[in-house]
């Protein structure tokens, strides 16, 4: 697991660093006060100290954006660099920041959503005073990659403070240092406690109801990823995903077969897992919006559920038991690579143990998260029921 050798990783970077570069996390680390100088601990336990709080932040993954927007009132006045995938794989979050925060249209492109395209010289040439990025975005998969990140080195060598977040690999370990470290290096760490405080109670419910399955056998679940975008069926296999399924009560059938993060399946093999529960994931938007699940911002509930019946039917997915029992359901597929993954653990737990969390709304859940904290709410259809 991911979190396993973060102290390997603070171990690695411990010596002869400079203020703007990872040193050894102190082990009773606490948040920081918004006026610098600011010392954040990030998701692989690295040190990192900024003059001040950051006001020009280069964002590797704009995927991101969201993220950022849960822990700053206004990340487009702090933003000056970014991916180009939030403009081109999230089409429609995109045009509602953009509406709200015009300037966004004027940050600098420094590479697609691929660490290959990422420019280093572009980020550079934007003055940034902290670059954020994930992991596997620096190539970082085990403790000794940390030294040989060429991404990390570049920036270390040019005096630049890089944070590493991580709500992928392994989120459930990772969120919470993630986001907190975020909020404290934007100056906003009163903010960020406070989602974080929701974070976490919410997802305390969840374990305290379903503790009492433990050792037992948990129903499976089919989770069909971009589902209708791919030929059938992509499915999550171990980490990421198969984390939520677990977390929530749920047998993920992709983990049986798969041996990756995520994989394909075939129909044979779905029939003969006789999933309890379906769930089809999309974002609403990219090249093949149209023949996938239409859901996220500014969809109707009606228009969510026709493409969530044309989808099983285009599969040939009509005579899994989950669709004969109607436990068949859709859900935006940003959730995933974030904090808002809680959503999207309710949603699945109360889809599986409908009797444990009657009185539980995931929807309820994304409305407070919206209210008190996303700058930009998310206004249409995140999750769906098959009529």
Known sequence: MFARFVILLSLCLSFGLSPAKATSAPADARPMSDAGPITVVDALGRTVTLPKPATRLVLAQARHMPVLGLVHPAPPEILVGWSDEYRTSFSNEYANYLE???????????????????????????????????????????????????????????????IVVDFFVDPLTNTVPSIRALGQAVGQAERTEAFIQ???????????????????????VFVHAHAGSTDCCNSPGVGTFNDMIRYAGGHNIGADALKTVTGRLNFEYILGSAPHVYVATGTGAGKRANTGLDIGTGVAETDAQASLQRIIRSNRLEHLPAIQHHNAHG?????????????????????????????????????EINERFLTVPLHGTYMVDLP
Do not use: C
């Not at 015009?102 to 697609?112: Q, Y």
């Not at 999207?344 to 737990?349: C, D, N, Q, R, S």
């Open 331 to 367: 859900i935006w597929h940003a959730f995933n690579d974030s904090p808002l993954h809680v959503v999207f653990i309710e949603a699945l737990a109360a889809w599986i143990h409908p009797e444990l969390f009657k009185d539980i709304s995931p929807q309820a859940t994304l409305d």
């Open 198 to 220: 929701l974070y976490e109670s919410h997802m305390t419910e969840v374990q305290h109801r379903l503790a009492h399955l433990e050792g037992e056998a948990l129903p499976p």
């Open 100 to 162: 709200r925060f015009p300037e966004l249209a004027d940050v600098a492109v420094i590479g697609r959503h691929t660490a290959d395209s990422f420019s280093v010289e572009r980020a550079l040439a934007q003055r940034p005073d902290l670059i954020v990025l994930t992991a596997s975005f620096a190539g970082i998969n085990k403790p000794e990659d940390i030294e040989n990140s060429l991404l990390l080195r570049q920036f270390e060598n040019a005096n630049v403070p890089v």
